[in-house]
Each structure stands twice: as C-alpha cells, then as structure tokens.
C-alpha cells in the first residue's frame, strides 16, 4: 500500500494510529414507541422539577453568549459538599471528558516507531512499555479506558479481577505480576461496572498507597453504593475521584461530570481543557441539581429497593444475579445463552446490555428502570421460560 496523500485515497490523510482505531461503541439509543431502554444505565426518573425549571428559564437570548470557562458557579457549590476548595475541582462535559483529560496530562504517548499497528490488539502487559506510557485497568471495567489509552497513542495494561469481580490484594498483584506499580495513570471504576460490585475504601487506599503514578477511582455509580472514597482524593496528592451528573443525578443527556483532588493535578489538567468545555446549560442545571439533593436521595432509595426486588425475582427464575452497589445489575441467565436471551427480550421490547468480551460474555447487564418497567422485565423472562 502506498503511503502518498493523495485525494483519491482519502486515507492517506489520516494518521495511522487514528486509522487503525476502534471507536468506543456506545449503547444504542433506539427510538421504539413503548421500548422499555434498560441498556445504558440511566435513570428512570426526571431531573427535579427546579433543575428542568432552571433550565427552561434560562433559554432565552442569553444562548448568545459563551458560557463561564471555569464552571466557576458550580465549582464553588460543589467544593462546598465535598468540603474542599473549588481549586481542588475540574469540571468536563460529562466524566468522559475529564478521563480523557487525566489520559493526556499524566501518561506519555509510546515513543515514536514503538506505536503499535493495532492499537487495540490485546497487548500482553507491559511488555515493552514503559510505566510513564501505560494506561492501567482491571477488566472488566468501563469500556472506554482502552479506548482513551488507543486514542492517546499509550499502552494498555489490562490486569483481570478475580472470578468474583473483586480486586486482588496489593500482595496478589504483586505475586501475579503482570500488575504495573510504576504505571503513570491507573483507572479503577468504583464501584465496579459492568459486574456492580462494590469496593471498600479500605481497600482502595492501599491499592493507592502502593502506586507510584496517578490513580484515578472512577465513582460514576457512588450514589448507589455503601460507601465512596472521595476522602482519598482529598488525602492523597496521586488520587482523582471522578464522579458524574449522568447516571444518579438524571442528566446524561446535559453532559457534566468532574474531578475532585489535588489542586496542582487540577491545575495541569485545567491547562489541557478547551476554554468553554462545559456548556451553559449543562451548568445552570448541574447547580440547580446541587440545590435540590433532597429529590434525588427519594430516587437512589427507589432505585435500591426497585434492585432488590428485581434480583429477588430474577433469581427465583433460575438467574445467576451478583450483587450489586449500582443502579444495574449483572447476571447470569439461565437456558440459553446471554445473547438469546438479549435477543428474546428485544422482540418482546425490553433493551438490555450485553458485551461480547468472553470475560462478562455470559452475562446481561440489565439497568434498574422503574418497578413497573422491573415487573415487565420479570413477567417477561417467566414467559420466555415458560
Ligand atoms: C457512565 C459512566 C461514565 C461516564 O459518564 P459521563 O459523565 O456521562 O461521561 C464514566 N464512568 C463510568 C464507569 C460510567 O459508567
């Protein structure tokens, strides 16, 4: 093949590290009349009545101008709850953007002639690599961190949890090791998805106080869990807890998420941002959310209890469910395979989630809806294996 840019082959213009990427793939967002969505882990209730009022009000000619650069409104009131500064604070449009953020501050691009050709072959640790070019995560998590790695031209250690999704011991990882002390950036979703296990804070601090590079505990799903560990960003100069509006705070489709942790780490990834990444609506109703805590604790307690009930029933229907700190369950069906069942709940209108990594590929991973979407769920998989 040749490597001359010319306008006949357009690829020539791309670089090859972008040309052999793999996009992220996201849950689809089919528009079904009477679909019930169950796929990406958002939550069934609305914004709080004050949050879609603030909204609504503030569309008017203000659209016009460009928003605050620093989010410096909800910096301010967020630094507030967590009982910090607002220099301890980067927000980003959704949590994904500050994850990618932490991918280009912290850790180097694999030296050039080192790239590899397939970004996302699956790469045997770390071989080759140097700790100041590695991404690191256990599988399965958040799907999108080798995507970030890729991306960035880093390498990727992908270290596997336990059977029962638990992390290994600092002593395990050492034994195996595969598991990188030294990496420049490791990323841990807390609790985890998509197995919905939980984490102790305990644990993750000495999983923290033995790496040498940036650590970051990605709690997109915090709200429905235990305990969080946003202490430890607090406590540590090395630690970022990650936390979104998204999935507990009913505002995926507003696109704000952030970090809490050291302020010079802050700072270098205030340098990297783009000046107006957060938009102004996105703000004014992140803030308003801030202001009306009371209405979302009401719906994390649903959604637990919604959880509860529908891995009771599930179980009682021959699933294999885990347990489950998130607001989505993890289980294994019975009689066919995870894939039919995907299948045979979709002719009947209910979307789940399942992934095709032979890891989790036994596996749905069904979003906690409302209790009438759950009984739905329930009454149709006791048809289906009728
Ligand atoms: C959904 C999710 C995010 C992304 O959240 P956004 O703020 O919507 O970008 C980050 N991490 C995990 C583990 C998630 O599941």
Not at 291 to 304: E, G, S, T
Not at 358 to 364: A, Q, R
Request: positive net charge; aromatic residues 10%.
């Amino acid at each position: 093949m040749s490597k001359s840019r010319t306008a006949s082959r357009p690829s020539g213009f791309i670089r090859p590290l972008v040309h052999n990427l793999h996009a992220y793939v996201p849950g689809e967002q089919p528009k079904i009349k009477g679909l019930i969505k169950l796929n990406t882990n958002e939550n069934p209730y609305p914004p709080s009545p004050k949050v879609l009022r603030a909204v609504q009000t503030a569309v008017d000619g203000r659209l016009r101008l460009y928003p605050n650069p620093t989010a410096e409104k909800l910096r301010a009131k967020l630094a507030k709850l967590h009982g910090c500064k607002p220099e301890n604070i980067i927000v980003g449009n959704g949590s994904d953007e500050v994850l990618a953020l932490a991918v280009r501050a912290f850790v180097e691009p694999i030296s050039e002639g080192r790239i590899p050709r397939v970004p996302n072959q699956k790469q045997p640790g770390t071989r080759g690599a140097c700790p100041s070019e590695t991404v690191q995560y256990f599988t399965p998590s958040y799907s999108l961190y080798p995507v970030l790695a890729d991306i960035h031209g880093a390498a990727k250690n992908a270290v596997p949890l336990k059977s029962d999704f638990s992390t290994p011991s600092v002593a395990e990882l050492k034994r195996g090791q595969q598991w990188n002390f030294n990496a420049a950036l490791t990323l841990v979703t807390t609790p985890n998805a998509p197995s919905g296990r939980g984490y102790k804070t305990a644990e993750l601090e000495k999983l923290c106080r033995a790496q040498k590079g940036v650590v970051v505990l990605d709690e997109a799903y915090v709200d429905f869990a235990n305990e969080n560990a946003l202490k430890l960003a607090l406590k540590y100069p090395h630690v970022l807890v990650a936390r979104t509006f998204s999935k507990a705070y009913s505002l995926c489709f507003q696109r704000v998420g952030y970090f809490v942790g050291h302020p010079e780490l802050i700072a270098a990834l205030d340098k990297i941002r783009d000046s107006y990444n957060v938009n102004g609506l996105g703000q004014i109703a992140a803030e308003a959310t801030l202001d009306d805590l009371k209405y979302y604790r009401v719906n994390f307690k649903k959604i637990i209890a919604t959880r509860e009930w529908l891995s009771r029933e599930l179980t009682k229907l021959g699933f294999r469910v885990l347990p489950s700190q998130t607001n989505f369950i993890f289980a294994k069906p019975p009689l066919f395979p995870a894939q039919v069942w995907l299948q045979k709940l979709r002719n009947q209108k209910i979307l789940v989630r399942w992934f095709r990594a032979p890891e989790v590929s036994d596996y749905l991973r069904i979003t906690i809806g409302t209790p009438v979407e759950a009984a739905a769920l329930a009454k149709t998989a006791w048809a289906i294996l009728r």
